[in-house]
C-alpha cells in the first residue's frame, strides 16, 4: 500500500470534516485515468516515472488493451495540507457513452467531482452529459483543462494564442453549467407561483405581478468556473504537471513583492503589467499588450517545452533547473526521449496531484455539509412529498445533516452497484507474506523431503538390481512405479477443488451516510417499491434487524459479512467503518440484485433510483457452443445481470436468453465477462436483434415517381390484385369499409367494434415517448382510484400531469381531434406507450383518465348502461394493448397510431353473471396471449392470414349459445386486438427504425471519408461546423442503430484513427419507402418494372425480423431468368 499504511486510513475515516468523496467525469479519452495515476502517484502507491502509463484503475485486461475505462472503481488517498491531514475517497469513472451507467453509480456516492476537460477537444457531448448528471445529483464540480501540452506540441499555438483558446474552452463549460442553473431557477419559480397562486385564490384581492423570472435573485457566484475562484487547474497529467492560479500567485508575490490577494485577482483575466509604473493595469487585449497570464505563467511552460523538446537545449536546461532549485537525476537527463527530462522537472516544479489535491481539500465539500436538498431529493421516492412521509422518515433527515456516528445513531448505507471479485483475491483468502520463522520451517520440511526421496531411489534401485538378478524384466516394474506417480499427481490436481477457486464473489459498491458499520451487523435491505409507512405500522416499536421480524413487502434482513476498503485493484479488509466513507461491503450479493438502501432503522425509505442516461438497446440472443452447458450459461447471465448496472438479461417466451446493452462496446464486454469470468463456457451470440416500431402514416399524395397519384391511371392489372386482395378480408364476421374502418363481431355473435387506425401527429408521439414516466404514474393514480385507495401525489406531479394534459390539447387540434384528450381511454403497450385508444363510441361516457384532476368526472352521470359497459371495458383495454404491443408487420411494438373505437355493440346476453371469474378470464386471456406474443408458430399463423381467427368459427357448427368459445371477455380481447390488426393494416403502413445521433471530431484531411462510411451507412448529416481554434470539423449526424454495428469501427479504420464517434441513442423515425409497395401506376410501372425489384431497405429490414422471429416471410422466387434486365438498362 506504498507509504500510507491501514492504521493512518482507518484513523482518518473518523474524521468526516476531512473526507473528501469526489469522482473523476470527463468524455471518453479526456484523461481521467491518467490524472487518477498522478494522484495514486502521491501516495507512493504506484510509482511517478510510472505514472500515466500504468493507469492503475483501469485493472482489466480489455481496459488496457482498448485504452478505454470500462467500469468505475474507487481508491482512497491520504493527502496532508499544512497540519490537516485528509482522506480522499477517489471514483475513476468511464467517458464512454456505452459505460454512462457506471458514471451514475459512482456520482450518488460522492460530495465533488473533478471535471476533466481537454484542452484541444474542449467540450464534448459527454462532457455536458457528466456536468448535468452531478447537477442532477447536487454533486459540487471542480475542473481540470487537462492536456495543455497538445497545445504546444500539436497545434504548435502560441502562448497568447493558447490564452485566447483557454479563455474559450471556460466560456463553454460555464455555458453548461449556465444553462443548468438558469433550467432549475426557472422550475422553481414557476413552482413557487403556482403555490402564491393558489394562496391568491384564497385570499383574493389585488394581484401583484412580478415579472423578473427570479433569475436576478439567485445567488450564481460559486456556480462558475474561474480560475480566481481557486476551482480550475490547468494540467498535463502525461507529463505530470499542472497548476492553479493560486500557485503562482504566490510565487509572484514573493518574488515581486506585490500583494498576493492582488495577483490572485488579477492572474487570470484582461490585466497587463506596466513595468516602468509596476502596476497592474486592465485592459492588455485593447492595448495589445500580453495578459498577465500570459506573461508569468504560460511563457514559462512555453519556454520549458521549447528548451527541453524541441531545441533539447542542454545549458539553458540546467539554468532552469538550478533557478528553480530542482534536481534531475543524471539518468533522466541523458534519456533519449526528452518527455522524460521534461516529466522529471515538470513534476517537480508543479507536480499535478498538489494542485488538484489541494484544490479538492479546499474546494469540494465534506460528507458534513450535505444539504438539506439533497438529502430530501435522495428520500422522496416517486410521486412522493417528503412532508408527507412519516414523521420518524422524516427525522432520519437530521441524521444525515448530522453525520452522526455514534452507536445509537440509525445506519443508512446506499450500495450504488455490485461488482465482482475473484474470491482468490480477496483479502482473507489472499496469501501473506511468510515470517522468517515460518520460510526457515518450510526450508526444512524441504531438505527433509529431498533426503526421503533420494532415500527411496536409492532403495529402489537396488531392489532393481535385486529384480534383474532374479531375471523379470525391468520394463514392467518401471512403468508401473512411473504410472503410480503420475495417477497421485493426477488425483491430487482432480481433488484441488475447481470451482471454489474460480468462483467469484459480488462486493456491494457503496457510501455510509449516517452511523457506523460493524462487520457481522444485521441491517434491513429496503427495495426501491419499499414504503415506510406500512411497515412502521406492522412492525414493533424499536425493533432491529437482528429480531426476528413479520414479513413486509420490500424488506428483507441481511448481515454485513465483511468490509473493505477499496484500494484500486486491491481490497483491505476493516472492522468498521464510520460515516461518511465509500466502502466494500461482502455477503450482500444474495439480498441486494444492483442497488438498495440498507438501514437499520425500518423507517427510512428507499434512495431514489440512480439516474441512468444511457438507454439498452443493443440486444443479443445468446446460446452455448454445447447444449449441455445451459445450466451454466443460465447460471453466468444471471451472475452478469447483477454485476453490470446497466445489461439487462431476459428470457423470452420462445426460450432465447437475450442480453441487452447500451451499445457495442458494452456488449463486447458483456459477452467477454460472461465467458471468461461468470460462465466459463464457449458462447455464441446472434447478431445484434434491432428493435423497430410500426406504425401507419397518411395516404401519400404522389407515387414513387413523385407523380400526382390523382392523374394518374392505374394500372389495371396489378390494381386488381390489390382489390381482390383487400375483399378477401371481410367475411362474414369482419368488415372492413373503404375509408378504413374495420368491424368486426365475436365468434358468438354476441358483441360488435368497429376500430379505426388514425396516425398521430409527430409532435404527440415524441411528448408521449418522453412522458413514459408520467402517464405510469398516471396509470398507478388511476389504478389505485379504482380500488378505492387514494394515492398522495406530490404538488409537483399533479402540475407535471396537468401540463402533459394541456400540451396534447394544444397539440391535437382540428376537427379530426375534437375533444380528443378527454376520450383517451387508454394508452399502451403496457398501459404507458406512445399509443392511444380513443373512446369515440357515441353515448358511452366513461370515467376520464384525467379525473383525478378534479375536472371531467362523469362516472356519476353516466347512467345505467355506462355502468354495464365498465365491466368489458376493460377487455377493450386488454385487446388495445396486446394489438399495439406486437403490430401485424413484423411483430413489433406500435408507435404514434391512435385507435379509435366508434361502435361498439354488444348484446345483454352476453354480459356475464359472475364478475369475479370475469376478472380471472380476462387476466389469464391476456397473460396468454401474452405468452404467444413472440416468434411462435402458432401466432403467426394467424398473423398470416387474416381470416383465421374467423374462418376458424365458421367451421365450427353453429352454436345455438354462446358457451361453445368460451367466456365473453376472451372473445372480446381477441376481437378488438383483430379490429385494431385489420384497421392498422387498412392503412398505408411503416416501419420505425431507431435513430443514433453522432458527433464526429475529424480533420479536414480525412473528412471525404468520413462522409464516405456515413452515406454509405444510410446516415444524415445535420451539421458541420468548424472548432474554434483548431483546425477539426464537428460534424452531427443521424444514423439508424440497423447500420451502425462496427461504424465506429470503420470510421477509425477509414480516417486512421484520427476520427472516433460517440453514438447516442435519440429517436424513431419513420422510414419513408413501403415495404409493401408495389407499382399500381403506369409511370410506376414504366420506371420500376413488374416486379419492382429495385432494393426495398423497409422490406428488408421486416423480413429479417420476421425471419428472425420465424414468422413467415413472403419472398419472390426468380421466374423467367433470362428476362431479367437491370434498371439502368432499363430506362
Ligand atoms: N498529450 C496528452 N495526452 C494525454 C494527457 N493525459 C492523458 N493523455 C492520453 O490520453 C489518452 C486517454 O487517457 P485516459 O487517461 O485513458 O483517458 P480517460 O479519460 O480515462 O478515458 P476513458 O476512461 O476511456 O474515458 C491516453 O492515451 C493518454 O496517454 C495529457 O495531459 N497530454
Ligand atoms: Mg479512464
Not at 307 to 321: L, Q, S
Not at 330 to 352: E, G, T, Y
Not at 651 to 658: A, M, P, S
Request: hydrophobic fraction near 35%; charged fraction near 25%; proline fraction near 5%.
Amino acid at each position: 500500500m506504498g507509504h500510507t499504511s491501514l492504521e493512518k486510513i482507518i484513523a482518518l475515516q473518523r474524521n468526516p470534516a476531512n473526507i473528501r468523496n469526489l469522482c473523476i467525469l470527463a468524455h471518453v479519452d479526456h484523461g481521467k485515468t491518467t490524472l487518477a495515476d498522478c494522484l495514486v502517484a502521491s501516495n507512493g502507491i504506484i510509482s511517478t516515472r510510472l505514472a500515466g502509463k500504468l493507469r492503475y484503475l483501469d485493472s482489466r485486461e480489455d481496459e488496457q488493451i482498448r485504452g478505454i475505462t470500462m467500469k468505475s472503481s474507487a481508491i482512497s488517498l491520504q493527502y496532508r495540507n499544512g497540519d490537516q491531514e485528509y482522506l480522499l475517497n477517489l471514483i475513476d469513472s468511464p467517458g464512454h457513452v456505452d459505460f454512462s451507467s457506471e458514471v451514475s453509480t459512482a456520482v450518488r456516492l460522492c460530495d465533488g467531482a473533478i471535471v476533466v476537460v481537454d484542452a484541444v477537444e474542449g467540450v464534448c457531448p459527454q462532457t455536458q452529459v457528466v456536468l448535468r448528471q452531478a447537477w442532477l445529483e447536487n454533486i459540487k464540480p471542480v475542473l481540470v483543462i487537462n492536456k495543455i501540452d497538445r497545445l504546444i506540441m500539436e497545434l504548435k499555438l502560441t502562448s497568447q494564442e493558447a490564452y485566447s483558446h483557454l479563455q474559450k474552452i471556460l466560456e463553454q463549460v460555464n455555458a453548461v453549467t449556465g444553462s443548468l442553473f438558469t433550467s432549475k431557477v426557472l422550475e422553481e419559480r414557476a413552482e413557487k407561483e403556482k403555490e402564491e397562486e393558489k394562496e391568491s385564490e384564497t385570499f383574493s384581492g389585488d394581484q401583484v405581478y412580478d415579472w423578473s423570472a427570479g433569475l436576478e435573485e439567485a445567488d450564481d457566484s460559486q456556480l462558475y468556473f474561474s480560475p480566481d475562484q481557486g476551482n480550475v487547474v490547468f494540467a498535463s497529467a502525461i507529463d505530470g504537471w499542472g497548476f492553479s492560479v493560486q500557485q503562482f500567485a504566490h510565487i509572484y508575490s514573493q518574488r515581486m513583492g506585490i500583494r498576493s490577494e492582488v495577483l490572485l485577482k488579477t492572474l487570470w483575466g484582461d490585466f497587463y503589467l506596466n513595468a516602468k509604473a509596476k502596476k497592474i493595469m486592465k485592459g492588455a487585449q485593447a492595448k495589445g499588450k500580453k495578459p498577465l497570464f500570459v506573461q508569468l505563467v504560460l511563457d514559462n511552460i512555453w519556454s520549458l517545452y521549447d528548451a527541453v523538446v524541441t531545441r533539447r537545449d542542454k545549458e539553458k536546461v540546467e539554468k532552469v533547473v538550478t533557478s528553480l532549485g530542482l534536481k534531475v537525476m543524471a539518468r533522466d537527463s541523458r534519456h533519449s526521449d526528452p518527455k522524460v527530462l521534461l516529466s522529471a522537472i515538470c513534476s517537480q516544479w508543479l507536480p499535478v496531484s498538489q494542485a488538484v489535491l489541494l484544490m479538492v481539500c479546499e474546494k469540494l465539500p465534506s460528507p458534513l455539509d450535505i444539504s438539506a436538498e439533497r438529502v430530501e431529493r435522495l428520500m422522496s421516492v416517486g410521486a412522493r412529498r417528503f412532508d408527507s412521509l412519516p414523521e420518524q422518515t422524516q427525522e432520519l433527515k437530521r441524521a444525515f445533516l448530522q453525520c452522526s456516528s455514534g452507536d445509537n445513531d440509525p445506519l443508512i448505507i446506499f450500495v450504488s452497484k455490485m461488482f465482482a471479485a475473484d474470491t482468490k483475491a480477496l483479502p482473507q483468502n489472499r496469501q501473506r507474506p511468510l515470517t522468517q520463522e515460518e520460510i526457515a520451517q518450510r526450508r526444512e520440511l524441504a531438505r527433509q523431503r529431498h533426503a526421503d526421496r533420494m532415500a527411496a531411489e536409492q532403495t529402489a534401485a537396488e531392489s532393481q538390481k535385486d529384480l534383474s538378478h532374479s531375471g523379470s524384466s525391468p520394463q514392467e516394474s518401471q512403468p508401473t512405479g512411473l504410472g503410480t506417480a503420475k495417477m497421485e499427481s493426477l488425483t491430487l490436481k482432480d481433488s484441488k477443488p475447481e470451482e471454489e477457486e474460480e468462483q467469484q464473489t459480488f462486493i456491494a459498491f457503496a457510501r455510509i451516510y449516517s452511523g457506523v458499520v460493524k462487520k457481522g451487523q444485521k441491517v434491513f435491505v429496503l427495495g426501491p417499491k419499499y414504503d415506510p409507512a406500512q411497515s412502521l405500522s406492522k412492525l414493533p416499536e424499536g425493533c432491529s434487524a437482528s429480531d426476528c421480524v413479520p414479513e413486509v413487502p420490500h424488506m428483507s434482513c441481511c448481515s454485513m459479512e465483511s468490509l473493505y476498503l477499496l484500494m484500486g485493484r486491491e481490497l483491505e479488509e476493516l472492522e468498521e467503518v464510520p460515516v461518511g466513507n465509500v466502502l466494500g461491503i461482502g455477503g450482500l450479493e444474495e439480498c441486494v440484485l444492483k442497488s438498495a438502501t440498507l438501514s437499520t432503522s425500518p423507517a427510512c425509505p428507499p434512495f431514489i433510483p440512480l439516474n441512468f442516461e444511457a438507454t439498452p438497446i443493443v440486444r443479443v440472443a445468446i446460446e452455448p457452443k454445447h447444449p449441455g452447458e445451459m445450466p451454466k450459461l443460465v447460471r453466468g447471465m444471471r451472475l452478469l445481470n447483477q454485476a453490470d448496472p446497466c445489461a439487462e438479461v431476459l428470457i423470452q417466451e420462445t426460450g432465447e436468453h437475450v442480453l441487452v446493452t447500451a451499445g457495442e462496446v458494452h456488449l463486447q464486454r458483456c459477452l467477454d465477462d460472461l465467458k471468461d469470468r461468470f460462465a466459463k463456457i464457449e458462447i455464441s451470440a446472434s447478431k445484434p436483434i434491432i428493435p423497430f416500431r410500426e406504425t401507419v402514416v397518411r395516404p401519400p399524395k404522389v407515387d414513387m415517381v413523385n407523380e400526382d397519384l390523382g392523374r394518374q391511371h392505374k394500372v389495371a392489372i396489378i390494381h386488381q390484385v390489390k382489390e381482390e386482395a383487400s375483399q378477401s378480408r371481410s367475411s362474414d364476421t369482419l368488415h372492413v369499409d373503404p375509408s378504413g374502418l374495420v368491424t368486426l363481431t365475436t365468434p358468438n355473435r354476441l358483441a360488435t367494434v368497429s376500430v379505426r387506425a388514425v396516425p398521430l401527429p409527430q409532435d404527440v408521439t415524441s411528448l408521449l415517448e418522453s412522458s413514459t414516466e408520467l402517464i405510469r404514474t398516471l396509470e398507478q393514480v388511476n389504478m389505485s382510484l379504482r380500488e378505492g385507495k387514494s394515492l398522495d401525489v406530490s404538488l409537483r406531479t399533479l402540475e407535471a400531469i396537468t401540463g402533459l394534459k394541456a400540451q396534447l390539447e394544444s397539440l391535437l387540434q382540428g376537427r379530426k381531434w375534437r375533444n380528443a384528450v378527454e376520450r383517451i381511454w387508454a394508452f399502451g403497450p403496457r398501459r404507458y406507450g406512445p399509443n392511444i385508444l380513443l373512446n369515440g363510441v357515441e353515448g358511452y361516457q366513461r370515467p376520464s383518465v384525467w379525473q383525478f384532476l378534479g375536472r371531467g368526472d362523469k362516472a356519476g352521470e353516466a347512467g345505467a348502461q355506462a355502468a354495464v359497459m365498465r365491466d368489458l371495458d376493460n377487455s377493450i383495454i386488454s385487446g388495445f394493448q396486446l394489438a399495439t404491443l406486437s403490430g401485424p408487420m413484423c411483430e413489433e411494438p406500435l408507435m404514434g397510431v391512435c385507435f379509435c373505437v366508434e361502435r361498439w355493440d354488444i348484446q345483454s346476453s352476453a354480459i356475464p353473471q359472475h364478475q369475479d371469474s370475469l376478472e380471472e378470464d380476462t387476466m389469464s386471456h391476456e397473460a396468454l396471449a401474452h405468452s404467444k406474443m413472440e416468434g411462435s408458430s402458432e401466432t403467426s399463423a394467424q398473423v398470416e392470414s387474416p381470416t383465421a381467427g374467423p374462418s376458424q368459427a365458421r367451421r365450427r357448427p353453429e352454436a345455438s349459445s354462446a358457451d361453445c368459445y368460451g367466456p365473453v371477455s376472451g372473445q372480446l380481447i381477441a376481437a378488438m386486438k383483430e379490429a385494431c390488426r385489420h384497421a392498422f393494416q387498412a392503412q398505408p403502413q411503416r416501419l420505425m427504425a431507431a435513430m443514433y445521433t453522432c458527433e464526429i471530431m475529424a480533420t479536414a484531411e480525412v473528412l471525404g471519408r468520413v462522409y464516405g462510411v456515413l452515406g454509405k451507412r444510410e446516415g444524415r448529416v445535420l451539421q458541420e461546423e468548424m472548432k474554434e481554434g483548431t483546425d477539426m470539423f464537428i460534424i452531427k449526424a443521424v444514423l439508424p442503430v440497423a447500420e451502425s454495428f462496427g461504424f465506429a469501427d470503420e470510421i477509425r479504420k477509414r480516417t486512421s484513427g484520427l476520427a472516433s464517434p460517440q453514438l447516442f441513442f435519440s429517436h424513431w423515425e419513420v422510414i419513408s419507402s413501403d415495404p409493401y409497395w408495389v407499382p399500381t401506376t403506369e409511370e410506376e410501372y414504366l420506371h420500376f418494372g413488374e416486379k419492382a425489384d429495385s432494393a426495398n431497405q423497409a422490406l428488408k429490414y421486416m423480413n429479417d425480423v420476421r425471419r428472425r422471429k420465424g414468422l413467415y416471410v413472403e419472398e419472390k422466387i426468380v421466374e423467367h431468368a433470362e428476362k431479367q434486365r437491370t434498371l439502368s438498362k432499363n430506362k
